[in-house]
DNA sequence: TATGAATGAGACTTCATTCAT
DNA sequence: GATGAATGAAGTCTCATTCAT
């Protein structure tokens, strides 16, 4: 990954259909050089802050060298870069799938914006670096991250348009800023919540959701 | 502040009530050295980070140097501290006046909720800046921002709870969590709101506030 | 100097002239940390080359740490641009010096060119940085110093050209190539020359200039 | 090169008088790896210096990789080494054949002489590199090429030495100061010189070798 | 009050080279 | 013959802070 990648696709964890040839990479429990990288860098970004974290943590952390970091990602930033991709790859998809569920518009809805908590929760630290961090970016890669965030604000504005549409809610109500209404307490939600504290992801997901679908729909 | 203060008090703000010795503090159009420290600190924080500005920038822009900064604020910390305590006091004490309102509670808290968007969108650059930064204070200074805050948070919280008891608000939802789920669209509007789009604070503020009110009132 | 310069002004050997202020700087022996910064740096780019020479190693030897050279220049490239305007400076001045001189101009000509031969020997180290090392210096450092070489290139011309107007010179030169033969040897003679050597920079002075004064009168 | 080699010899160009097993070495426009290594280095150490240019960026434009790369060669410094020797060889092969011409000696050094300013501006990218960068190499590389150097300077001060002798040049100047006088102006045209230029390197070499021998045959 | 010289630690990054395959 | 993963040392520069004046 000496080249900027147009996109998301983290280094080192492609298929990489084809002949090996060279010194094998090391692995570690079956993990490549790469995705401890990412991992460790995850943990502590989310720990220390991502300036507050040195490239020598992480690739300690990991057990490389800076040399190996730099083999594999052209900055630090890369790091945080590819960070953002694994978590975005993965709502989109998953955004994707309820979207073409065969339910009625409002339980579309409603599963995919508990989904959306459940899994901004479960991957905590991701989403913390991200809305903490996301400025310190080159403006390139922040431009990249927007762009692929505001795919997965659209598709998720689709349903809400849908149930305008079809009259099950309310249309008084801009379907943009329902949705950065709604996303607002999903992405706070790092902020506040912790893992060993009473309450699941998956109960503050129906909450959230129940809350916003009712606010929809009421009149 | 040279001396550790035990409240958010910005420096060179206060009466004055004390040593008036020596050369008077200089001033420019009516704003003291601190001040103008404060301002030019908030509007580059929110530019560039408060890790990418250096204290030399904020002195340049402020017109003074390292060492008049170094006589008002112990550290570059300060100034962030500073910065949280000003908006945290001006909201708590709107607050404090929307719940001593004569009115319905449901009225009290539609016009206190849509206040502190508004509030905190005019003050956009200072919110942003306080989700990115907060971790990278001191221990000691995220801590008493943190009390600060928990304050705030319990006084909103005590109008849900009212209007729970007095059966106005459904009672099937935490209101700790009611608190958490409103404050992420207030907190999170940094992330997409600009001052030239198309929706102004107040809009938005009636906006929120009635989604939020909706789904407290539902069933 | 935090400021890129646009003259070659060495910095912190201006005359200064005013207040003083702030901490005093210290000197060792009556010379300031920048004139002694330059000082080693110009006796260890010529002896390692530009590359070959860390800034450790010049803080080191002037005494002073990398902060504070840091504090000086914007960069080690800066040194660099620094010792090169040094020379262009004196250079500039002895040229028009002896252009000035009420002298035919066979001889100004004969005797600013034995002068530039002897002075470029005596700081030989600073000749022989330039042309091995300008090219690592930034483009817009590039261009500055370029342009600086240019007048000067331009006001030794002027010299052959009145020389050939008055009939003294030969006209079949182009007085442009004539320069450019002529300063060859001046700016090549830091490769082969020793200050401990047979020759000294007067003898080869009188030689270069005799050469070349009698190539331009022959015929 | 993987065996220090006593002279300057390029390899992989040499009449391959040894060892053919294994895999025919691979070759695109029927120039092997070793010489498309050395263009390639020839254009970039010009362009970005020496140091400006890593081993990735070599290999990158031969289209290869690093390791090919050190099968050939042991280092960075054999590269630029073996860039020299081709120029140092060349001239030299030329220089011969003047000297051994049926001529007047006055005509053999003024052959000679526009001769050397024409190749050296034909090859101005080997000839900048390396007076940019000699110091660069190795001290035994270092005095290897000086001493290939010396013996060029020898031969060609043969020429001037045999003029004095037979009256046709002026005996009041140093041959060795001679020969260095002259071959200033040939090593640096590279500074000033360019290809897109309005002078030919014919021309150059003319004017050049016409000013030189008529400063050599004044008086 | 205010200056600005000086510190010193640490940050990110580059790169020639080695080596298992 | 050739690959490319991995090393490890060094390099330039930034920056919050201190302190003599």
Redesign the interface.
Known sequence: MTVDAPALDPPGTRPSGGRRK?RTPSTVDGRTVPERLLDHARILFAE??F??TSVQDVVAAAGVTKGAMYHYFNSKDDLLYEIYGTVLRMQMERLETFIAQEAPVEERLRAASADVVVTALENVESVAVF???L??LSVDKQAEVRRERRRYHEAYRGLIIEGQRTGLFRED??PD??V??????????P??WHADGP?SPGE?GD??SR??L??L???
């Open positions: 060279g220390k802050g300036e507050g809305f903490r961090s400025h310190l109500i801009s800023l329902a950065d209404y709604f996303f607002g307490c999903v992405h706070h939600a902020v506040w309450l503050i909450t959230f809350l916003f009712d606010s729909t009421a009149r």
